[in-house]
Nanobody, 126 residues
């Protein structure tokens, strides 16, 4: 059982930046990694995904060009760099790992993910 721990959430002003990190409890070299988010009263939605080989990414239209998913292989950590944040980006952000999704990646199917983190709150407000 792989445990995923998110960190880096917090409060940021509109237009600001924030970097989320996801650290698995064990090596997830062959796992595709994804980020999802859930705003109050809304369903969980896809944000971004990265193939296990790091060569392919997938983004939701709402964040493309503003968010970047990346992997720090030596530290076994996945990051979500968020820039130009908007109030509508406010949500709990969840990291997820998948052994099923093969490159090139389409990472928006939650049922393809095996493991989930507990979530990190991101609040964008002035």
């Amino acid at each position: 059982q792989v445990q995923l721990v998110e960190s880096g959430g917090g409060l940021v002003q509109p237009g600001g930046s924030l970097k989320l990190s996801c650290t698995p409890s064990e090596r997830t070299k062959r796992f595709a990694m994804g980020w999802f988010r859930q705003a109050p009263g809304k369903e969980r939605e896809f944000v971004a995904a990265l193939s296990w080989n790091g060569q392919h990414t997938d983004y939701a239209d709402s964040v493309r060009g503003r968010f970047t998913i990346s992997r720090d292989t030596p530290r076994n950590t996945v990051h979500l760099q968020m820039t130009s944040l908007k109030p509508e980006d406010t949500a709990v952000y969840y990291c997820a790992a998948s052994s099923k999704i093969a490159p090139p990646i389409r990472g928006d199917d939650m049922s393809e993910y095996d493991f989930w983190g507990q979530g990190a709150q991101v609040t964008v407000s002035s």
